[in-house]
């Protein structure tokens, strides 16, 4: 198997609104159905939903990602799919680190902040072992994918 290479400009113009109408309708059926559909990734990575509010326009938006559970808080990632751009979702998060999480249909409202090294360090295995194809991400790009953590506010 080959070595995972950078996306091409092409591919990231194609690939941005392709993710962007994929998470609205994930959105859209997750809600629905409380996370019946839509509530798994590939090989049955745990979904939620994330909603963070937007640094420029102060709109509440939200975007289904993949996580892990450690007791209260909840993981994800910043992947992208290995893009050389941080997701919107994640510089939404910096700017302003309250948010809300729907695991099915609970609602909790969560504090975020970006893991430190240890931290990633610690939590980086187990989320590959959850998602395997985060490690081909990560080999994609040239930049430190974010793992963040999410707290009960």
């Not at 400009?9 to 941005?16: D, F, L, M, Q, R």
């Not at 962007?20 to 994930?26: D, F, G, Q």
């Not at 420029?56 to 990602?65: E, H, Y």
Request: glycine letters at 8%.
């Amino acid at each position: 198997m080959s070595e995972p290479r950078p996306f091409t400009k092409t591919e990231v113009a194609i690939a941005n609104p392709v993710i962007r109408i994929m998470s609205r309708v994930n959105t859209w059926a997750y809600r629905l159905t409380g996370g019946w559909l839509g509530g798994t990734w590939l090989r049955g990575a745990p979904v939620m939903l994330l909603t963070v509010v937007g640094r420029k326009t102060g709109r509440q938006l939200t975007v289904p990602l993949l996580y892990l559970r450690d007791g209260e808080r909840l993981i994800v990632v910043a992947s992208k799919g290995g893009m050389d751009q941080h997701p919107l979702w994640y510089l939404n998060l910096v700017a302003n680190p309250d948010v809300i999480a729907e695991v099915g249909t609970e609602t909790r409202r969560m504090r975020a902040h970006t893991a430190d090294d240890a931290e990633r360090a610690h939590y980086w295995p187990a989320l590959v072992a959850m998602y395997r194809d985060y490690a081909d991400y990560q080999a994609r790009t040239e930049r430190t994918i974010p793992v963040v953590v999410l707290s009960p506010a």
